[in-house]
């Protein structure tokens, strides 16, 4: 299995709900990220895990959480979003061989529309 | 992160042309580099990669040139086909686990 897969594909929602993004990968990845994608726009590096661990916050702000339940699993926490966030949010995956090494595996994106 | 830019948004081509994409980057530190290509509602696809310790690295059509001298990065599709329309990234490692991502360039072949 070579895949990221993420969940839902699409995902509309009002600036007071609760919902989350999901993403997972059986490729024995053990780093994972989170970008943000506007249109017309290279991805932008949110969040990264390594080892189930928050490593890396782009100063996101407190309406985006990760969770990173195991090794396979990775989670987006959104709640009080602005129609700004809307966006296609892509998950990606690499193994933690070190620098220089780690290709990106990327899901193909949930696009998420905040009315 | 620091910006790695593209000289071209958009680059048109005639199938059967080689294509040449390039992309600037401005942080000295980087030394591994990667280019994507994006298709219309996909994830970013790795093409090809090359270390700070390389000038040249060829794979199946693609060949990507690093000057680490003026910090330039191109990628060259030969005989462009119309399934290489896409958009094409390049991405700086800065850390371990810190990629950023160029501007992008929007490459149309034109049958």
């Known amino acids: 299995d070579t895949e990221v897969t993420q969940t839902p594909k699409h995902l509309v929602m009002g600036m007071t709900n609760k919902k989350s993004l999901k993403c997972e990968q059986h490729m024995g990845h053990r780093a994972m990220y989170w970008y943000k994608q506007k249109a017309k726009k290279p991805p932008e590096l949110m969040f990264v895990?390594?080892?189930?661990?928050?490593?890396i916050n782009e100063s996101v702000p407190s309406r985006f959480s990760p969770e990173c339940p195991n090794s396979s699993l990775l989670n987006l926490h959104l709640h009080a979003l602005q129609p700004e966030d809307s966006a296609l949010y892509l998950c990606?995956?690499?193994?933690?061989?070190?620098?220089?090494?780690?290709?990106?595996?990327f899901g193909a994106g949930s696009r998420l529309t905040v009315l | 992160g620091e910006s790695v830019g593209l000289h071209l948004p958009t680059l048109s081509v005639q199938e059967g042309d080689n294509s040449i994409i390039n992309c600037a980057y401005s942080n000295s530190a980087s030394d591994y580099f990667i280019w994507y290509k994006q298709e219309s509602g996909k994830g970013p696809q790795f093409i090809i990669d090359i270390r700070s310790n390389m000038d040249k690295r060829q794979g199946q059509r693609v060949t990507v040139l690093l000057n680490k001298t003026v910090k330039h990065l191109s990628l060259q599709i030969a005989a462009t086909q119309p399934g290489d329309s896409a958009v094409y990234f390049c991405?700086?490692?800065?850390?371990?686990?810190?990629?950023?991502f160029g501007t992008g360039t929007s490459l149309t072949v034109i049958p």
């Open positions: 895990y390594s080892y189930e661990k928050l490593s």
């Open positions: 990606a995956s690499s193994q933690e061989i070190g620098r220089g090494a780690n290709v990106l595996t």
């Open positions: 991405a700086e490692n800065i850390t371990g686990n810190q990629f950023y």
